[in-house]
Structure formats: C-alpha cells, structure tokens
C-alpha cells in the first residue's frame, strides 16, 4: 500500500455554538485548535448548527414577526381608493 494516502482519522470534539454543547465523533477534519475534556487533548472544531439546535430535527418553528411577501406586495402596490 502507497505511504500518507489515508487522511488521518481521529476523535474530534464539535463545538455547537449555538447550544453550547459538544460532540466527540470520529472525523478526518483539520484543524490547529485543540480543546482537553476529561483529562485528554482532543482537536476542536466550532459549528453552527447540529442535530441538536437545528430547527429541522428538534422539531422548532421560528416566528417571523414581519408581514409576508404577498402582504406586502399588495399593501405596496395597492390603489389608493
């Protein structure tokens, strides 16, 4: 077998931003950031989104406290009567 042709695939530990969690799966990402939990060095990756906080998964709705589209097309293009 060829010499370096395999990544190199370790423990990495994701950081949820958003919920402030963290996740320690296996990854071949690359990164210089390390982070230590439970006594071991573990490379460290921030994200934004996860299953955990993704509104898709955990089954949240967002609000949108503006008016639609349509809303405000018509009331833009209305005639004034």
Do not use: C
Not at 54 to 62: A, I, S
Not at 65 to 78: C, L, T, V
């Amino acid at each position: 077998m060829k010499k370096q042709l395999h990544p190199d695939y370790r423990t990495v530990a994701f950081h949820d931003t958003r919920i402030d969690r963290y996740f320690f799966i296996g990854s071949t990402v690359k990164t210089e950031q390390t982070i230590e939990h439970d006594g071991n060095e573990y490379p460290y990756m921030a994200i934004d989104v996860s299953s955990a906080s993704h509104p898709f998964y955990t089954g949240e709705q967002r609000t949108h406290d503006g008016e639609g589209r349509i809303a405000q097309f018509k009331r833009r293009y209305s005639r004034k009567q």
